[in-house]
């Protein structure tokens, strides 16, 4: 026997591997549906690839790779038998074979156990040879075999490979030295002193001084000034702004060259009026039993604990199980593909896709779409329990609703991999999460239907000079609606003040706080909140060639065929704790926002005229300096010596691997080996004047940053566009490339929208969630913006529950077939009573009858 089965693998030895350290065995879910050893035709995990499939797609698979040998791993799940006292009888076979498996369900418990089943299938014949067979099969198949049945989980390795790296504890925290400036840091506003950025912020924990950060130190876009700061004061440690919570902050050393920890951290951003212990007092202080009343009303109401909502199963009512405050990713797509445009364009062409996939559809993100959509609209995972179940388990008096649900592990591995937050395990800010999806599917559209269009409209911004009343109006894309709460308007203020007193007085006399107290704030108030107009910070007038007030409004120059309308319940108090407004909202069922239609330019109204701010010139400016030893790195490679000292300069000083990639890109070039020529370097001024005034060409993005995107291969007048239409920001430069890709006729679009472009640098005060700017004429005309009347109807809302985005749980409610459905993690049920004052994100959908 040992003979034949040795006769008969010979053919198929070349195509199985060992795995090695860096490949992951994917044995607990399929590459196209969520089947697992679990589901009755168990998976079949490939040999070669690793890649698990359930039964009804392994034989595309096997069509399309040749690959002929598979193990298919089947768990078999049973009620433990009971001995003669009644006691369950603890029973296990195979127990180690499917090791790390993350499954569905749990069956670990008392009143389960299991048998797990192995075997080599061989195609397309499907013989099969059981598992273990050590003495029979070859000594190479046996290993393979051994190391796929061992193979730790897939995620696991990801996880491991992912941004979440184990800090060391920096060698300045205990000994830094800070200075008595009187620097107070405010929580919001800020911008980089040298620059005015306003994002990617570090704040030197030496002497208090915010800078921005260098594009690819974290991610995120910058010119460089932190680290600039450092050469000059040497102040080593800096501390990126928007991540300080109750638990720590990103802490980066500039003499280590690398993040670290800093256990001081409290007490060094303390000195700068960063107080992180009262945060934690906060929270856990005296305040505590009144915080836990408040919120625990909060969960009750919106899970609507309490009451016995009926399960509903079926297509379009699958639950998602929750991998660990997963659930904003949960509810989001539950929503997204309730939406007949997502469900057409991946679940509709679901054939075409699998068909067309990549030989690691783990990786590719329409696969995946599709396998998510199918999986929640199919009904194949959300099945009711059996007749003769439901009979058994009232007789043992022990009914309880089963809720399987799917756990989209590999879908969340792809939409994180490679984001700092979403791909850790900690809560997450849904409304972050959804703009991050939108920006997926952007990027994986080219060339296909992009259902995400459905989302997109155009803002119009009108900004008016207060002194001389002259304006001017640009456009944006946005996909979202962010809607002010003011507190101020509350209806119930008079009983509010009333609890806050009584709030106070029993918290000094050390007695019961009183029954909490939520802001009621009419949704009219919050429009008209919208509405009103905003002063523009920094505000520099064309019209003056001065600083001067401003005031920005915004309307709808269309309107999409799906409103996402977010209410701002999260801020920052003055002591930069952050909170969470307790408020309820009555957001009406139908929305009428004809009123708030943009209407553009108007009789009398006389525009801005297009002028750049003034460039102030430092007056120490000097010739930048360039890393001698990364050029000499470069020069005993080979390379000309100019071009060397081009190329580091050209990335900024980043390193001789980033240098060396743009003499790649640049080595075809006419003028490689010619000396650097500096085209933005200036002479500085006398020292009476250091303002420098600059017409609209100058208008030039920074070499660097052009260097650094032409060194990734993107043409360089492509480069040029994509950072002038994002006021120079490389990371949404980068972004707009891989939405925007070149075309002659884009070309011409866009350079039209550059020269119209405003270039005043208070204009750029858009949300980061906004895409480019856009001329009136190209987002109005373009293809991919649908218009229509602006009235809507909610058909979902997601609420979060907790103090903070970075803790507590969400659940959504969905309108469907009439009646409203709460689906809460693996959970989905008949809603009862849909919280809709107490939601965060609401979608609304455009009413049919317009």
Same mark, same amino acid.
């Given at each position: 026997?040992?003979?034949?089965?040795?006769?008969?693998l010979?053919?198929y030895?070349p195509?199985?591997?060992?795995p090695r350290?860096?490949?992951?065995?994917?044995?607990?879910?399929?590459?196209?549906s969520?089947?697992?050893?679990e589901?009755?035709?168990?998976?079949?995990?490939?040999?070669?690839t690793?890649?698990?499939?359930g039964?009804?797609?392994?034989?595309?698979?096997?069509r399309?790779?040749?690959?002929s040998?598979?193990?298919?791993l089947?768990?078999?799940?049973?009620?433990?038998?009971?001995?003669?006292?009644g006691?369950a009888?603890?029973?296990?076979?195979n127990?180690?074979v499917?090791?790390?498996l993350?499954?569905?369900?749990?069956f670990?418990?008392d009143d389960?156990?299991y048998?797990d089943?192995?075997?080599l299938?061989i195609?397309?014949d499907?013989?099969?040879?059981?598992l273990?067979?050590i003495?029979?099969?070859p000594a190479l198949?046996?290993?393979?075999?051994?190391a796929?049945?061992?193979a730790?989980?897939?995620y696991?390795k990801q996880e491991a490979?992912?941004w979440e790296?184990e800090?060391q504890v920096?060698?300045?925290?205990r000994?830094l030295?800070?200075?008595?400036?009187?620097v107070?840091?405010?929580?919001?506003?800020?911008?980089?002193?040298?620059c005015?950025?306003?994002?990617n912020?570090?704040?030197n924990?030496t002497?208090?001084?915010v800078?921005?950060?260098k594009?690819?130190?974290?991610?995120?876009?910058g010119?460089?000034h932190?680290?600039?700061?450092?050469?000059?004061?040497?102040?080593p440690?800096a501390?990126k702004?928007?991540?300080i919570?109750?638990?720590?902050a990103?802490?980066?050393?500039?003499d280590?060259?690398?993040?670290?920890?800093?256990p001081?951290i409290?007490?060094?951003?303390?000195h700068?009026?960063i107080?992180?212990?009262?945060?934690?007092?906060?929270?856990?202080?005296n305040?505590?039993?009144n915080?836990?009343?408040?919120?625990?009303?909060?969960?009750?109401v919106?899970?609507?604990s309490?009451?016995?909502?009926k399960?509903v199963?079926?297509?379009?009512?699958t639950?998602?199980?929750?991998?660990?405050?997963?659930?904003?990713l949960?509810?989001?797509?539950?929503v997204?593909?309730?939406?007949?445009e997502?469900?057409?364009?991946y679940?509709g062409?679901?054939?075409?896709?699998?068909?067309y996939?990549?030989?690691d559809?783990?990786?590719d993100?329409?696969?995946q779409?599709?396998?998510?959509?199918?999986a929640l609209?199919?009904?194949?995972?959300?099945?009711?329990?059996?007749k003769s179940?439901?009979?058994?388990?009232v007789?043992k008096?022990?009914?309880?609703?089963?809720?399987?649900g799917?756990?989209?592990?590999m879908?969340?591995a792809?939409v994180?991999?490679?984001?700092?937050?979403?791909?850790?395990n900690r809560?997450?800010?849904v409304?972050?999460f959804?703009?991050h999806?939108?920006?997926?599917?952007e990027?994986?559209?080219a060339g296909s239907?992009?259902?995400?269009?459905v989302?997109?409209?155009?803002?119009?911004e009108?900004v008016q000079?207060?002194?001389?009343q002259k304006?001017r109006y640009s456009?944006?894309?946005d996909?979202l609606?962010?809607l002010p709460v003011?507190?101020?308007?509350?209806i119930?203020?008079?009983?509010?003040i009333?609890?806050?007193a009584?709030r106070k007085d029993?918290?000094?006399?050390?007695r019961?706080p009183?029954e909490?107290?939520?802001a009621?704030?009419?949704f009219t108030?919050c429009?008209q909140?919208?509405?009103?107009p905003d002063?523009?910070?920094?505000?520099?007038?064309p019209?003056?060639?001065?600083k001067?007030?401003?005031?920005?409004?915004?309307?709808?120059?269309?309107f /999409?065929d799906?409103? &996402?309308?977010? =209410?701002?319940?999260?801020t $920052?108090?003055?002591?930069?704790v952050?909170k969470? !407004?307790? +408020?309820?909202?009555d957001?009406p069922d139908f929305l009428d926002?004809n009123?708030f239609r943009?209407?553009?330019?108007q009789?009398?109204?006389?525009?801005?005229?297009?002028?750049m701010p003034p460039?102030?010139?430092?007056e120490?400016?000097?010739a930048?300096?360039?890393d001698?030893?990364?050029?000499?790195?470069?020069?005993?490679?080979?390379f000309p010596?100019?071009?060397?000292r081009?190329?580091?300069?050209?990335?900024?000083?980043?390193?001789?691997?980033?240098?060396?990639?743009?003499?790649?890109?640049h080595?075809?070039?006419?003028?490689?080996?010619?000396p650097?020529?500096?085209?933005?370097?200036?002479e500085p001024?006398?020292?009476?004047s250091?303002?420098a005034?600059?017409?609209?060409l100058?208008n030039?993005p /920074?070499?660097?940053? &052009?260097a650094i =995107?032409t060194?990734?291969g $993107?043409?360089?007048?492509?480069?040029?566009?994509? !950072?002038? +239409?994002?006021n120079?920001?490389?990371?949404?430069?980068?972004d707009?490339?891989?939405?925007?890709p070149?075309?002659?006729?884009?070309?011409?679009?866009?350079?039209?929208?550059?020269?119209?472009e405003?270039s005043?640098?208070?204009?750029?005060?858009?949300?980061?969630?906004s895409?480019s700017?856009?001329?009136?004429?190209?987002?109005?005309?373009s293809?991919?913006?649908?218009?229509?009347?602006?009235r809507y109807?909610l058909?979902?809302f997601?609420?979060?529950?907790?103090?903070?985005?970075m803790?507590?749980?969400?659940?959504c409610?969905?309108?469907k077939?009439?009646?409203?459905?709460i689906?809460?993690?693996?959970?989905?049920?008949l809603s009862?009573?849909p919280p809709k004052?107490l939601?965060?994100m609401?979608f609304?959908r455009?009413?049919?009858?317009c």
């Amino acid at each position: 026997m040992a003979t034949d089965l040795g006769e008969l693998l010979v053919p198929y030895m070349p195509t199985i591997r060992v795995p090695r350290s860096g490949d992951r065995v994917y044995k607990s879910e399929c590459a196209f549906s969520y089947d697992s050893p679990e589901c009755d035709g168990g998976l079949y995990v490939c040999m070669n690839t690793f890649l698990g499939f359930g039964r009804e797609h392994v034989e595309r698979h096997y069509r399309k790779t040749g690959q002929s040998v598979y193990m298919h791993l089947k768990r078999h799940v049973k009620e433990k038998a009971t001995g003669a006292a009644g006691g369950a009888m603890p029973r296990r076979r195979n127990g180690k074979v499917f090791l790390d498996l993350e499954l569905n369900r749990d069956f670990n418990g008392d009143d389960y156990e299991y048998e797990d089943e192995a075997k080599l299938v061989i195609f397309p014949d499907h013989y099969e040879i059981p598992l273990p067979n050590i003495e029979e099969l070859p000594a190479l198949v046996t290993i393979a075999c051994d190391a796929v049945l061992n193979a730790g989980s897939a995620y696991k390795k990801q996880e491991a490979d992912s941004w979440e790296e184990e800090l060391q504890v920096s060698k300045h925290a205990r000994s830094l030295r800070q200075h008595d400036s009187g620097v107070r840091i405010p929580p919001s506003g800020w911008k980089c002193v040298k620059c005015e950025m306003r994002e990617n912020l570090w704040l030197n924990l030496t002497d208090g001084t915010v800078l921005c950060g260098k594009w690819f130190f974290d991610g995120s876009g910058g010119n460089g000034h932190a680290l600039e700061h450092y050469r000059e004061t040497s102040f080593p440690l800096a501390v990126k702004l928007d991540t300080i919570t109750p638990d720590g902050a990103d802490v980066y050393s500039f003499d280590e060259e690398e993040a670290v920890l800093d256990p001081y951290i409290a007490e060094h951003l303390s000195h700068f009026g960063i107080d992180m212990l009262k945060m934690h007092r906060t929270e856990n202080g005296n305040h505590t039993d009144n915080l836990i009343q408040a919120r625990a009303s909060e969960w009750e109401v919106i899970q609507e604990s309490g009451l016995k909502l009926k399960a509903v199963y079926g297509s379009g009512y699958t639950g998602i199980r929750n991998l660990g405050n997963s659930c904003y990713l949960s509810t989001t797509m539950q929503v997204v593909f309730s939406i007949a445009e997502f469900q057409r364009a991946y679940v509709g062409n679901l054939q075409r896709i699998f068909d067309y996939s990549p030989l690691d559809p783990t990786q590719d993100f329409s696969t995946q779409m599709a396998k998510l959509g199918h999986a929640l609209l199919s009904g194949l995972y959300s099945k009711p329990p059996i007749k003769s179940e439901l009979i058994e388990q009232v007789m043992k008096e022990e009914y309880k609703q089963q809720h399987k649900g799917i756990s989209p592990r590999m879908f969340k591995a792809l939409v994180s991999k490679g984001h700092p937050e979403f791909s850790s395990n900690r809560q997450q800010d849904v409304q972050e999460f959804f703009l991050h999806f939108i920006n997926m599917v952007e990027r994986n559209s080219a060339g296909s239907e992009n259902p995400s269009d459905v989302f997109r409209f155009i803002v119009e911004e009108r900004v008016q000079c207060c002194q001389s009343q002259k304006v001017r109006y640009s456009h944006r894309v946005d996909y979202l609606m962010q809607l002010p709460v003011p507190m101020e308007a509350a209806i119930n203020r008079e009983e509010l003040i009333a609890y806050e007193a009584k709030r106070k007085d029993a918290e000094e006399n050390m007695r019961t706080p009183p029954e909490p107290v939520r802001a009621r704030v009419p949704f009219t108030a919050c429009l008209q909140a919208f509405a009103e107009p905003d002063n523009v910070p920094e505000f520099w007038s064309p019209a003056l060639q001065a600083k001067s007030a401003g005031v920005k409004t915004s309307r709808f120059a269309s309107f /999409p065929d799906y409103l &996402v309308l977010q =209410l701002k319940k999260f801020t $920052f108090g003055l002591d930069w704790v952050p909170k969470k !407004l307790d +408020v309820s909202v009555d957001v009406p069922d139908f929305l009428d926002l004809n009123r708030f239609r943009a209407i553009g330019l108007q009789a009398g109204e006389e525009e801005l005229p297009d002028l750049m701010p003034p460039i102030v010139i430092p007056e120490d400016t000097r010739a930048p300096e360039i890393d001698e030893s990364s050029v000499m790195q470069l020069a005993e490679m080979g390379f000309p010596l100019e071009a060397c000292r081009k190329a580091v300069y050209y990335t900024g000083n980043m390193g001789a691997e980033m240098a060396f990639n743009w003499i790649i890109a640049h080595m075809e070039e006419p003028d490689f080996a010619e000396p650097l020529a500096i085209p933005s370097y200036m002479e500085p001024d006398p020292p009476s004047s250091s303002l420098a005034r600059a017409g609209p060409l100058d208008n030039q993005p /920074p070499e660097e940053s &052009v260097a650094i =995107l032409t060194s990734m291969g $993107f043409p360089r007048h492509h480069s040029i566009r994509a !950072l002038k +239409v994002v006021n120079n920001n490389l990371e949404r430069a980068l972004d707009w490339i891989f939405t925007h890709p070149e075309s002659e006729e884009e070309s011409e679009v866009v350079s039209d929208m550059i020269d119209s472009e405003p270039s005043d640098i208070s204009f750029s005060n858009t949300n980061t969630h906004s895409d480019s700017t856009l001329s009136p004429d190209q987002g109005l005309s373009s293809p991919r913006v649908r218009d229509g009347p602006g009235r809507y109807e909610l058909f979902a809302f997601i609420s979060h529950m907790g103090t903070s985005t970075m803790s507590g749980h969400y659940v959504c409610h969905i309108k469907k077939e009439g009646r409203w459905v709460i689906y809460n993690d693996h959970k989905v049920c008949l809603s009862e009573r849909p919280p809709k004052d107490l939601g965060y994100m609401y979608f609304y959908r455009r009413l049919s009858s317009c």
